[in-house]
């Protein structure tokens, strides 16, 4: 054989899959060493989150761990519309209070995210803007389920708007960095205007109509330009935002595609997010790939940080998520907690993800409005 030098005879381990993953043997799902090779990364994030470092939050029901993570490990994550202090805490996330950094619940696409800053920069006026419930209250399209019971009446309704979109302007030009969550490239969008819609009309509100709303079906190309054009949009106000992007390694709930098994379709759609993310991180500076996605979903793992319904991520994969992301992207933090200030030892960066996840998991479940499209099946 050959000894001359080729392309591949210098690059180092992490690009090998037999000596990224050893001979065989699972995946630590918390490696205690520094080897990067076996957390996704090739090396460690150019830009660290600090406690003053102000984060907002969006995107899908993963994106629901980083924000409660965050939160819990005293990060400066901002919250736009919190509840009131005196109603409970599981009761305010029935409403959508404190889940993500505005009171917008899942963003599933990109569409959803870049049509969401203009409506509440006054860009888009969707035609479809509220749909009568049974009992003839309002239900917000956008936000079907964050307002059990839907609102009483149209100047509830308008003040409530009115407050959500003043916060998601002032979350997104206050914020340093946003950690935003690919979920889904499947929706449901209005013929009219292209409002994109995080449910089906009639799964959680309003009627669904052929002759007005359509299934699409996001490409990479849409998601990219999606992304690209919400941030020039952000940008005007704050040019220096960064942003975390992440791909949920959630399965579909269920697909529109009769043609397409559900499997299928989830592979379909997390290739074309990954794909997008991938084209997003390398063509600004200021955009960064998270590769949560690969740390669930990976070979090595063999399928074991997923529950028994093959689809809900388990603690331990979140916290498996949590450590990486502390490790790269908050190290001085981590290295600090591993001490007191009179220098005794306390919990390790690790042992602080996993008491965060129990929290959490105590707290509230995740809330993803998807998964009603499952039961309405069923």
């Known amino acids: 054989m050959s000894s001359a030098a080729h392309p591949y005879s210098a690059l180092p381990d992490h690009c090998f899959w037999s000596r990224a993953h050893g001979t065989g043997q699972p995946l630590d799902p918390m490696p205690s060493n520094s080897d990067n090779t076996a957390d996704g990364f090739t090396r460690h994030s150019e830009f660290h989150l600090t406690r003053t470092t102000r984060i907002a939050t969006a ?40 889940i993500f950094s505005a009171r917008y619940g899942n963003i599933y696409t990109a569409r959803q995210l870049l ?5 509440a920069t006054g860009d888009f006026c969707p035609v479809e803007d509220r749909w009568i419930g049974d009992g003839a209250q309002l239900i917000d399209p956008f936000r079907p389920t ?10 509830t ?25 690919l979920g889904l490239t499947e929706a449901w969008r209005a013929r009219e205007d292209g409002a994109v819609y995080p ?26 330009a999606d992304v ?7 940008r005007l106000e704050n040019p220096a935002l960064r942003v975390i992007l992440t791909v949920s390694p959630v399965p579909l709930a269920a697909t529109a595609r009769a043609d397409a098994h559900v499997v299928a379709a989830t592979g379909y759609s997390k290739a074309v997010l990954r794909v997008a993310a991938e084209q997003l991180a390398q063509g600004d500076a200021g955009i960064t790939y998270f590769p949560s996605y690969e740390i669930i979903t990976a070979a090595s793992v063999r399928g074991r940080y997923f529950g028994a319904d093959f689809r809900s991520v388990e603690q331990v994969g979140v916290r498996h998520v949590m450590e990486v992301f502390s490790r790269h992207f908050t190290p001085e933090i981590a290295e600090q907690s ?11 960066p690790g042992d602080l993800a996993l008491i965060a996840a129990r929290r959490v998991e105590r707290a509230l479940d995740v809330i993803c409005d998807e998964q009603q499209l499952d039961e309405v099946a069923t």
């Not at 001490?339 to 005794?344: I, L, V, W, Y």
């Open 157 to 181: 309704f308008e003040a409530d708007r009115s407050r959500h979109f003043s916060a998601v302007r002032d979350v997104m030009r206050r914020a340093d960095v946003l950690i935003f969550t």
């Open 146 to 155: 964050l307002q059990p019971g839907g609102f009483s009446d149209a100047a």
């Open 228 to 234: 690209n054009e919400f941030l020039k949009l952000v």
């Open 115 to 119: 049509q969401l800053m203009q409506r």
């Open 59 to 98: 995107g899908s029901c993963f994106a629901q761990h980083i924000a409660r993570y965050l939160r819990k490990g005293g990060f400066s994550v901002l919250d736009g519309e919190p509840s009131h202090p005196v109603i409970a805490p599981e009761i305010a996330a029935r409403h959508g209070y404190g």
């Open 199 to 224: 449910l089906a009309p009639g799964v959680a509100g309003g009627k669904f109509d052929p002759d007005r709303h359509e299934f699409v079906n996001f490409s990479v190309e849409d998601t990219v």
């Open 338 to 348: 591993g001490a007191d200030t009179t220098g005794q030892q306390t919990k390790r």
